[in-house]
Nanobody
Framework: QVQLVESGGGLVQAGASLRLSCEVS????????MAWFRRAPGYERELVAA????????WYRGSVKGRFTISTDNAKNPGFLQMDSLKPDDTDVYYC????????????????WGQGTQVTVSS
C-alpha cells in the first residue's frame, strides 16, 4: 500500500515562504498525477495545485497563482509545494494526494492521501 507523508508546515508571518514535501513510503507511487489540497476547519478540501508526470502539466488555484509552485523529482518525493508571499488566508491543513486524473477537483478521484501538515500564517 502506498502511503504519503507531508512535511514542511509551520507557523510563519505574512510574506514568508514555506516548502512542503510529500514523501512516499510503502509501494512505489504509480499514479499519473499528484496534487496538493488544503482544508480549513468546517470546510471541504479544495484543490490548490496539481502536476502531471507525462507532460509536466501544472494547474494552480487562482488565489495562489504566481505565489505557489508545484514540482517533483519523480522518485522518492512525488511532490513539493513551494509557497511564497504567504497570506493569512493561506492558513489551512495541506494534503498531498495521488490520482490518475490530472487536475481532478473531487476528493474521490484521489485514492491515496497523506495525513496533512498545518500551515499557519500570522498577519
Amino acid at each position: 500500500q502506498v502511503q504519503l507523508v507531508e512535511s514542511g508546515g509551520g507557523l510563519v508571518q505574512a510574506g514568508a515562504s514555506l516548502r512542503l514535501s510529500c514523501e512516499v513510503s510503502g509501494r512505489p507511487f504509480n499514479f499519473d498525477a499528484m496534487a496538493w489540497f488544503r482544508r480549513a476547519p468546517g470546510y471541504e478540501r479544495e484543490l490548490v495545485a496539481a502536476i502531471e508526470w507525462s507532460g509536466w502539466r501544472t494547474w494552480y488555484r487562482g488565489s495562489v497563482k504566481g505565489r505557489f509552485t508545484i514540482s517533483t523529482d519523480n522518485a522518492k518525493n512525488p511532490g513539493f509545494l513551494q509557497m511564497d508571499s504567504l497570506k493569512p488566508d493561506d492558513t489551512d491543513v495541506y494534503y498531498c494526494a495521488g490520482s490518475n486524473v490530472f487536475g481532478a477537483t473531487v476528493e474521490t478521484a484521489y485514492p491515496v492521501w497523506g495525513q496533512g501538515t498545518q500551515v499557519t500564517v500570522s498577519s
